[in-house]
C-alpha cells in the first residue's frame, strides 16, 4: 500500500523519479511514453464508446443502455488510472535497473471488453425493442 501512494504521489511529481538510479536509454524511456500513450488512447476509446451506447442507442431498454455505458465508462476510467501507474512504476524499474513490473490488468480489460462485447451481440440478435 506504501508503493502505491508513494507511486500515486510521483504521478503529479515526476521530476522525482529522477532522484532514483540511473538515467536509463532513452528510447526505452520513450518506449514506455508511447505505451503510456497508448493506454490513454485506449481509454477514450472506452469512455468515447460509453458515451456512444447511452446517446446514439435511446431505443435500447435503459438498463442495457446504462449498464453497458457504465461498464465502458468504467473501463476507461481504471485504463487511464492504470496508465499513469503503470508509467511511473515501469519509470522507476527502468532507472533502478529492476525488471518491468508485471501486472493483470490487461487480462481484466480484456475481460470486461469481452463481456460488454457478448452483451452487444445479444443486443443485435435479440433486438432491444422486447
Known amino acids: 500500500m506504501i508503493e502505491f501512494v508513494r507511486n500515486v ?4 511529481a515526476p521530476q522525482e523519479i529522477r532522484q532514483e538510479g540511473r538515467t536509463p536509454d532513452y528510447r526505452f524511456s520513450l518506449a514506455n511514453e508511447r505505451t503510456f500513450l497508448a493506454w490513454l488512447r ?3 476509446a472506452l469512455v468515447g464508446g460509453g458515451f456512444a451506447v447511452d446517446q446514439f442507442l435511446p431505443d435500447l431498454r435503459w438498463g442495457w443502455r446504462v449498464g453497458l455505458a457504465l461498464a465502458l465508462l468504467a473501463a476507461g476510467v481504471l485504463c487511464s488510472l492504470r496508465a499513469v501507474n503503470h508509467w511511473v512504476r515501469c519509470e522507476r524499474a ?12 490487461p487480462a481484466v480489460l480484456s475481460l470486461v471488453v469481452a463481456v460488454v462485447a457478448v452483451a452487444m451481440v445479444v443486443v ?7
Open 42 to 44: 485506449t481509454a477514450l
Open 94 to 105: 527502468m532507472r533502478r535497473g529492476d525488471d518491468l513490473p508485471v501486472s493483470r490488468f
Open 9 to 12: 504521489r510521483l504521478w503529479f
Open 124 to 130: 443485435v440478435l435479440v433486438g432491444w425493442e422486447g
